[in-house]
């Protein structure tokens, strides 16, 4: 018998919960325009020492603050938050502040301010993109996939370099609709590696520092409060049956100690791809071990045979 009380439905669907009350937003765009604000006294500062001739004891502080100035800008209008006259006005001003102290440090942030207009037309998409992640992040269940993702070397003669990594492929409703998700996207191909609207150009290196590809292994499915449903094997599409015996649970926990230990060595001898293979495999080996509240539930069990029949088809 099942005593947990497991909560996996809402009486008001997370759409409609975000759109009434998207104003709890309102804090995080305000926080934004204050610090924008304080952005703008300081870059004031900066500038009436450079009119008056008095040397600043922090150089750093020259190339620091519109650079961080820029980067600030840029968020705001990634996140729809520029899209008034008032802080439009506000933005324009730390901008010509910020060109004033150190224009190339600006221009190493922030390409420049686009028309308003424009911005006004992209703030409800941005918005809306906003609006979207917060809905899923209120369904019952949230996807996760571990694995390893392509980035350019610095300097391009090199290729690429991998590095561990993990991506959201957002919410489900329920187990079955989080196992069929998973199965869409790979079956597509798109992981969704790249934030939307993000720009990963990096103007110290001159070139998209952002991630070229994407080698998913483990599928993870958690709950509301974060703990682990069941977990899969993405290259070959599976997933794997939790373990319910006390005993097999603490065989699995030896095994993964000792894999953890031989990683510890390898590593130690600088055998940095024997050490990363071994956790791995570390990883599969307890890919079996799930929160005590979800191993051998009944939800879990018949989303498994569901999810074979559906392969069988």
């Known amino acids: 018998m099942y005593t947990h009380n497991i909560k996996t439905a809402t ?19 305000t ?3 204050v610090l924008l604000a304080k952005i703008e006294g300081d870059l004031m500062v900066l500038s009436a020492f450079d009119s008056l001739g008095i040397e600043i004891a922090e150089v750093d502080d020259i190339w620091a603050t519109p650079r961080i100035a820029a980067r600030h800008v840029a968020c705001m209008i990634e996140n729809g938050e520029i899209a008034t006259p008032v802080i439009y006005a506000l933005a324009t001003s730390v901008q010509t502040l910020a060109q004033k102290v150190c224009c190339d440090a600006w221009k190493c942030g922030f390409e420049g301010l686009p028309p308003l207009e424009e911005l006004r037309a992209d703030a409800l998409h941005q918005r809306d993109r906003i609006r979207n992640l917060i809905a899923e992040s209120k369904r019952p269940f949230q996807i996760e996939v571990d694995g390893r993702m392509e980035y350019l070397e610095d300097d391009l003669w090199y290729g690429t370099f991998f590095r561990d ?20 996207i790979k079956a597509r191909g798109n992981w969704p590696i790249r934030e939307e609207g993000k720009d990963f150009f990096d103007p110290d290196l001159g070139i998209d520092a952002g ?24 290259r070959h599409l599976t997933w794997y049956k939790p373990a319910t015996d006390p005993n097999e649970i603490a065989m699995i926990q030896i095994q993964q100690q000792a894999l953890y230990e031989e990683a510890a060595f390898e590593s130690g001898w600088d055998n940095y791809e024997t050490a990363r293979m071994l956790l791995e495999t570390s990883d ?3 890919a079996r071990l799930v929160d005590e509240v979800w191993r051998g539930h009944p939800e879990v069990l018949a989303a498994l045979i569901d999810f074979e029949e559906g392969r069988k088809q």
């Open 211 to 234: 991630p070229v590809s994407f080698q998913p292994h483990l599928a993870i499915i958690r709950d509301v409060a974060g703990r682990i449903v069941i977990r899969g094997n993405v």
């Open 11 to 29: 009486t008001e669907s997370s759409k409609t919960w975000v759109e009434n009350h998207f104003d709890t937003q309102l804090a995080v765009r």
């Open 31 to 33: 926080n934004a325009q």
């Open 284 to 286: 599969e080996v307890g």
């Open 165 to 184: 990594s993990a991506i959201t492929l957002g919410g489900a409703d329920s187990i079955p609709e989080a196992m069929n998700r998973l199965r869409a």
